[in-house]
Each structure stands twice: as C-alpha cells, then as structure tokens.
C-alpha cells in the first residue's frame, strides 16, 4: 500500500494534428485535496477525462495507479466502481426528476427490476445529510438552486461509495456563501478519508483548502507545489500557469481623462417579468462620462446583470419608470435595436447561450449586429465582410485558423473577442461589459483588459460588471455598489477596497 | 490532385447530395430502360414535383428558423378550392384570382405566424391544427365534392410551355437560345465573382478547376435544354421554379433578411440580444410559407384541373423531407434552399422512377422512408467525422 492513492505515469495523449498531453505526472496522495492548475486549453480536462475512463484504455499511452494497481478503463463505469467519480461543470441533474431519482439514477434500489422506494428515500436521506442539504428527497431538482444541485451531485457520488472525487470548475457558478459552503464540505469529505481533485480557476480557493497543486502547461505537468513544504503564493502559481512572472494583473492605463457626462440613468425602476409586484431594480443612479470605465460591484442575485440587460433595450423584466439620458439628452430605449442605433452595447456574461451564434463562424458573428453597414438595400457585401472579420482578428488577436472557424470550436477568450468584436463593429458609444472575463485564462485574461482600456482611451463610456472584487478595484476609475436591487453606494478608485466594497455590497434593505 | 481532394472534403455534403442525385438517376436510368431521361418524362418529372419543391423552398426557411409547418398540404388544397371558387362558380377573371389566392395564403401564414411568434406556441402545435383546421374548411367550402373546369389561361401555369417565337421545326428552338444565353450569363457571373475575389486578395480556385468546373455547368445545362427542346421546350413551371430558386437563395445567402433567419436559427437568445427582431422574422417566415403554399395549391389545382378535397395531402411530408434529406437541422440553423431543392428531386426521381418500373406505392412508401432515414444518418455521420 503506497500513500499515493492515485498515480498517473508519463500520460501522453494525441488527437488527430494535436498533442493534447505529453507525457504528464500527476500524484495524488491519500486524503488529500490536489488541485489542477492550467489555463484553457493546458489540458485539464483531457487528463481528467483519460482518468475516468471516457477516453479508455489504449487510446492514450502510459500508465494509471490507482490504489496501489494498475487500471485499464474501457468506460466510466469501470472507473466509478473502483470509487473514481467526475462532477462536470455542466451538471448532470435531470430537472424534472426528484432529488433520490437523481441520486440513485443508473443505480437504482431494486429487486429484479422493482424500484424499492422506501430504500431509495432511506438513503437518499442519510446522504443528503452527510452533505449537509436539508431537503426533502421527493423535491424536484429543479427547485434547488445552483449550489443546492452541487450538493446533489456530491450526494449522487456518495452513494458510489467515492474514494477519489473529482470536481471540475466547482463553484464556477455558485455564489460566494454557496462557494464557501461547497468547500466546506470537501474539506469534511477529506477527514472521512475521500481526496479529492479539484479543477479551479478561483486560486484564492485553491489557496485556501488544497494540500497540493499541479500545474499544467500546454499538456505538460510544469510542477507540483506541496502545501506544508513551501509557501504557495496566487503569483507562484500564476507563473506557473503562464510560463513568465506576471507582475502586473492589470494593464497600466496610459490616460485617465474623463470627459463630460455621456450616459446617465434617473430613477430607474424594473420589476420580475412575471411577478409583478416583485421590484427587481429600484431608483437607480448613475451616470458614466465619456473615457471613464465604472464598475458594478455586487453578490450574486444583487441585480447588477438585470440592470445591464433592462437598460439594453429593456431586455430583461417589466418597465415600470426611470430616464435614459444620452449626451444630455433622454433617449427611450424601448428596445434592443432602437439602443444598438443609440450607440449602445451589451456583452453579456453568458456568451454561449446569449452571445455567441456557436455553429456559424467567426466572420459571420462579428457583423451579426451591424449588418447595415455592410450593406445596400438590404444586400450585404461579402467580400467588405471578409474584411472586417479579418482585421477585428487582427486587432484583437483571435487565435483561430481563419475567420470561417465555428466559434463553438474556439476557447472561452478567443470566444469573447469574437463578441467583442461584434460589438466594437456596432460603433458603440457606450459599452455595458457583464463579467467579460468569466471563464477565461489568466493570459487571455489580461489582454482584454487591455482591449478594454483601448476602448475607454477612445472616449467611450464602459460599465463594467464583475464578481471578482480584485478586477473591479484593478480596472475601474469609479464603482457603483449594487445590493438587492438597490445602488448602496459610489466609491471613487482611490477610496476603494475589497472591504469597502463588501461592506457596501452586503448592506441590505432597512 | 491534393487540390480536388481539399476541395471535395471542404463540401463533402454538398457534392454527397449532387452525388446521391446522379447515382439514383443513373440507377433508374438504367432499370428503366432509358425511358427515364426521355424528353418526355424529363417534362413530366418537372411537372409532377414542381408543387412540392415550391413548398420545399417555404420549408426550409421555416426549418432554419427551428420550426416546422405541418399545414402547408392543406392550406395548398384551401386554397386551390377559394381559387375554383373564384374561377369557376364566381367568373373572376383568373389573374385577379390568383393574386386573391396569394394574398389569403400569406394571411393564413399571418394567422400562424401570430401564434408561433408572438404567442410562443410550438409551430408544431399551431401547424398540426391548421393542418386539420384547413383541411376541414377544404371539405366545407368545397361542399365535399371537386370542382372543375378551370379556365385555360389559368391550366397554362401548369400545362403551358414557353412558346417558340423562333419558329417552328422539331427543335424548340427559343429553348436552345434560353440554354445559351443562360450559360454566357452564368460564365460571365463566375468570372465577375472570381475577378472580384482575386481583387480582394481572398483564396481561389486554381484556374483549370475554375474551368473544368465551368465546362462542366455549361455542358450539363445545355444538355438539359437541348433535351427539353426536343419535346415542346420549357415549361411554364419551371421558369417560375427558376425565378423562386434564384431569388430565395439570393436573399437566404446575400441579403440582411437571410442573414437574420439563420442567425434566429442558430441561437435566438444571442439572436435577440444582436439586435435581431426574432418574433418578427419568425412571422415573416411563417407568412412567406402561406404564400408559397398558396401557389403551391394554384399550381396542384391547376395541373389537375380541378379542385378536390383531397388535394395535397401528405405534401407536407415530402417537402419536410426534401428538406431533411437537403442537409437542413432539425434543430435549426443549418439548410440551404439549394439543398432543399436537391433533396425534393431525389425524391421526385425516386417516385418517378419507381412508378415507372411499375413498383407499387406500398413499396415506394417504405423505400423513399429509408431513404430519408440513410439521408440524415449519413449527414449525422460525416459531421461527427469532421468534429
């Protein structure tokens, strides 16, 4: 018996034209929790996918150790009867199907075939306390909220008897006390003797519970950092996710002249598309001058993404009152056209599902919104549009093999400049960014910063919606704080700071 | 070598289709004896299918939007009743009828439109229930019985031919012409476009497969003029069939309208927040669909002479089929009118084809279905291999 529960030898795994990984290392010791490191694309989830057996044995080279013997996985089953189970970023819950069904789906407390409910609901019980959700186990999943589905998840992968955990962008989508909550339990799941492997961005977390880190580089392992043997820094693991010292997050802004007042709102008052007396927005101020970047700060559910969309054409709930003003003078942006030829702009924080049109190309999601421009009577020009798509992948550095890539076939940064791009085309004049940076590597990260800055030296106005207070303190010149549908405060950059912020952020009605 | 290799995996489903198309009429060619590509029969194949291409072309539109109409046989047979209605038992001058009938059709597509776009009821539903409500207003206004004759300036749309102002002989000589000046036109259109491209600086074509690529056009064009002339020349039909390709390709590929139905079909959430005005192009869809299904119904009413009950059924079928076996998703976004039209002939030659072999209609049933299902599979199987 070794004290590594899991070992993964020289790994090497090829795709047709691409080395996905390279002969990669990966040692996880019993009980502890070993996060992996890397920016997109490093080959994070390949790794883990040739661990749990979806690409099976013989399709990569090297070896798998797990508890002391070597595996050969056909398929996952085989991977989670031995105790390895995956929770995908995308869950896997069927919404309409009770907390036990979900639990016990695949794996269903029968005899010959004939469910046993009151074994079902019994066991159901007796994990769901383990993880800590106090819910009913006939409750539908699709009443419990993100974080609640997580537990769920983690409950389902109990019931598989789970030795080795592995979770892939776990709180990605989770708010910060439903975050917390979630490591918690990993952490409890630890003193029961479960390790677990985590896949984060959030190096703040990964700061906080792991015991080990690896990092992964373009499928290479670059290094292992041992909690208890050196002291682990967010820039020691930066740098290593990035191959060079970044010692500047944040790009330095050349100017910082804010000109006069080019967007203001007065009023503003939204409530829930379909509860009426449900006041979702509420008076809300603000104003952004010309070349200035102002944040949002605010929790999760705070109203920060309703606000952007229902200024966007009134995009999200029920109009009730409140005035746009443009350069002084009040616009009725009643919807999404009438605030695109108002030189307004919406990136939205799911690009995906809201952004991005993912089985066209590139060129073709770039003019989507202006198509006007590149045509007469209604007839586009074609070949201008080859243009454009080509110089905005230029500008903005999209790393693709040409314009006519499907933008479902590129990473989650590439992704944004394509909707940047988009946007950028529309000849904007005010810029609403919602978490532009959600899901993108550290490197990609810093270059739209940089975009960003760009767009504000050329006198537009940017209202930059973020969940990470570090972002928001890094680029803004001036934050607005958002709770409960409420502006609870004006910070200007120099007074600004994470606990002011907070503070701010979690004062609630009264 | 390497270059038509490249070539033919960058539109693998585009050529598959043309390919599947010659090796089905090849096939047939052969089982029946050459009768197949008779001038006759070539006429005839226009003829008969004529009707459902048309609403093919309506179809795949409302497919890349991520719909499906499943009214459009028995809005074509409403709509050939109204017409006998107006032409026959009214004595309304045929022209005037036709544009009425164009116009209910597009208000029908209106009536549907409003409930898919505007109320978000699945267009299956709403179609499913115009297909019954339709069929039943057939039976209603036509009293359960057809009605017939029509005038004949009216069954000239579906039995008339170009006429020949070139005189006479055995050779339909304006048709040759016809076949000529299309070729110089469609020489003169490539190489505008290639000039164009290389003004651009965009990627072309080695210029020996421009050319083969050209000769090839030309050659198969002619031929089918040439083989047209030597039976009473181009039908009236197909000049109509010409024009709606032409046009609804060039506004599907060239023009904003286009752009924003393929978009709506990709993602209607991103479509939206683009700035697209997604209930509106989804309505304009669904009244296009009415109008096509409209002319469709003219056309069916005006090949048969009279105005039956029955008409149109199933034709929903077969141009949803058309579609599918074109290369559209069932899931929207993707298809092309070009496929459309493609998939419909596949299917026309293989019912043509059949017939003509003396197969039974049970069997054609059963073959044409498997070969919808092998159509998609093999779509389904050539874009996980490219993935």
């Given at each position: 018996m070794s004290e590594h529960i899991l070992e993964m030898r020289g790994i090497t795994k090829t795709f047709p034209g691409v080395k996905?990984?390279?002969q990669v290392h990966l040692q996880v010791r019993e009980g502890e929790i070993h996060a992996l490191c890397g920016e997109?694309?490093?080959?994070k989830s390949t790794l883990m996918k040739v661990l749990s057996g979806v690409?099976?044995?013989?399709?990569y080279e090297g070896d798998i150790i797990f508890k002391g013997q070597t595996c050969e996985f056909k398929d996952i089953k085989q991977s989670e009867n031995l105790g390895i189970v995956i929770i995908h970023q995308?869950?896997?819950?069927?919404?309409?199907?009770s907390i036990a069904e979900n639990i016990f789906l695949?794996?269903?407390?029968?005899?010959r075939g004939v469910i046993n409910w009151h074994e079902t609901t019994v066991r159901t019980r007796e994990l769901l306390e383990r993880v800590g959700l106090r819910e009913s186990?006939?409750?539908?999943?699709?009443?419990?909220g993100v974080g609640k589905q997580q537990l769920v998840e983690i409950a389902k992968a109990l019931s598989k008897k789970v030795k080795l955990l592995i979770l892939d962008e776990?709180?990605?989508?989770?708010?910060e006390a439903d975050s917390e909550n979630l490591l918690r339990l990993i952490v409890e799941l630890k003193h029961q003797g479960i390790a677990s492997i985590i896949i984060s961005h959030k190096l703040n977390e990964i700061e906080k519970v792991a015991d080990a880190i690896t990092i992964l580089r373009d499928g290479q392992t670059i290094q292992t950092l041992r909690m208890d043997e050196e002291p682990v820094t967010e820039d020691l693991i930066i740098k290593g996710m990035v191959?060079?010292?970044?010692?500047?997050?944040y790009p330095e802004r050349t100017s910082r002249n804010a000109g006069e007042v080019i967007f203001e709102v007065k009023g503003w008052e939204v409530r829930h598309p379909q509860q009426a007396?449900?006041?979702?927005?509420?008076d809300i101020h603000l104003h952004i001058h010309r070349g200035e970047i102002v944040g949002i700060a605010g929790l999760m559910g705070a109203g920060r993404t309703e606000l952007a969309m229902s200024l966007f054409?009134?995009?999200?709930g029920r109009y009730v009152r409140g005035q746009t003003f443009l350069h002084g003078k009040e616009v009725h942006l009643t919807d999404i056209a009438t605030a695109i030829r108002h030189r307004l702009a919406y990136v939205t924080e799911d690009r995906k599902q809201y952004g991005l049109?993912?089985?066209?190309?590139i060129k073709r999601n770039i003019t989507l919104s202006n198509l006007g421009k590149l045509s007469r009577f209604g007839v586009l020009n074609e070949k201008e549009e080859v243009l454009v798509a080509e110089d905005y992948r230029r500008r903005l550095n999209i790393?693709?093999?040409?314009?006519?890539?499907?933008?479902?076939?590129?990473?989650g940064g590439n992704q944004q400049k394509v909707v940047l791009s988009k946007w950028i085309f529309t000849e904007p004049e005010v810029l609403i960014l919602d978490?532009?940076?959600?899901?993108?590597d550290v490197g990609a990260k810093y270059e739209i910063y940089s975009i960003i800055h760009q767009l504000a030296d050329e006198g537009k106005g940017i209202l930059f919606i973020s969940s990470e207070l570090p972002e928001i303190l890094g680029m803004c010149d001036r934050i607005y704080v958002m709770s409960e549908g409420r502006i609870t405060g004006e910070v200007k950059r120099e007074e600004a700071s994470q606990e002011v912020l907070m503070k701010l952020m979690t004062r609630g009605r009264g | 070598m390497q270059a038509i290799g490249e070539l033919f995996r960058k539109n693998i489903r585009q050529y598959g289709m043309i390919i599947a198309l010659v090796f089905i009429t090849v096939l047939f060619q052969i089982l029946t004896d050459g009768i197949l590509l008779k001038p006759l029969n070539i006429t005839n194949l226009i003829l008969q299918n004529s009707y459902i291409l048309i609403l093919a072309i309506g179809m795949v539109l409302v497919i890349i939007t991520g719909h499906i109409d499943l009214s459009v046989g028995s809005v074509a047979a409403f709509i050939g009743a109204l017409a006998a209605i107006m032409?026959?038992?009214?004595?309304?001058?045929p022209f005037v009828a036709v544009i009425l009938s164009l116009l209910i059709g597009a208000l029908i597509g209106a009536w549907q439109g409003f409930w898919v776009?505007?109320?978000?009821?699945?267009a299956f539903i709403v179609t499913l229930a115009g297909m019954l409500l339709f069929r039943g207003l057939t039976m209603i206004v036509l009293g359960g019985q057809s009605i017939a004759p029509f005038p004949k300036s009216f069954q000239k749309i579906s039995s008339g031919f170009l006429p020949d102002w070139l005189g006479g002989g055995s050779l339909h000589v304006l048709t040759l012409v016809l076949g000529i000046l299309l070729s110089l036109l469609v020489v003169w259109q490539e190489y505008r476009e290639r000039r164009t491209r290389i003004k651009y600086r965009f990627e072309v074509p080695a210029l020996w497969i421009f050319g083969l690529k050209l000769a090839a056009l030309v050659v198969v064009l002619n031929l089918f003029t040439y083989v047209l002339a030597t039976y009473?020349?181009?039908?009236?039909i197909l000049v109509i069939l010409f024009f709606l390709i032409v046009i609804y390709s060039f506004v599907m590929n060239r023009m904003i309208a286009g752009r924003h139905i393929y978009a709506l079909g990709g993602n209607e959430k991103a479509a939206k927040l683009s700035g697209v005005k997604t209930k509106k192009v989804t309505f304009w869809v669904f009244v296009n669909m009415g109008a096509l299904a409209a002319l469709s119904g003219l056309i069916f009413a005006a090949r048969l002479n009279s105005a039956t009950?029955?008409?149109?059924?199933n034709f929903e079928l077969d141009a949803i089929a058309a579609c599918f076996i074109g290369g559209a998703s069932a899931t929207g976004g993707i298809g092309t009118v070009y496929g459309a039209i493609i998939g419909g002939l596949v299917m026309g030659v293989m019912n043509n084809g059949m017939s003509l072999i003396g197969l039974g209609v049970d069997w054609q049933q059963g073959i044409k279905g498997l070969v919808l299902l092998l159509a998609v599979a093999f779509d389904i199987y050539n874009k996980s291999k490219t993935q």
């Open positions: 996905a990984l390279s997109n694309g490093a080959g690409y099976p044995y013989g399709t995308e869950l896997a819950l069927i919404p309409y199907l695949g794996n269903e407390q029968a005899q186990p006939t409750a539908p999943v699709l009443q419990l776990p709180t990605a989508a989770l708010n191959g060079r010292d970044l010692t500047q997050r007396d449900r006041k979702m927005l509420d054409g009134r995009s999200y049109v993912l089985i066209d190309d790393k693709t093999p040409g314009i006519w890539q499907k933008t479902g076939h590129l990473s978490e532009p940076t959600r899901g993108i | 032409m026959v038992d009214m004595q309304l001058h776009a505007y109320v978000n009821i699945p009473h020349g181009i039908p009236n009950p029955k008409a149109g059924t």
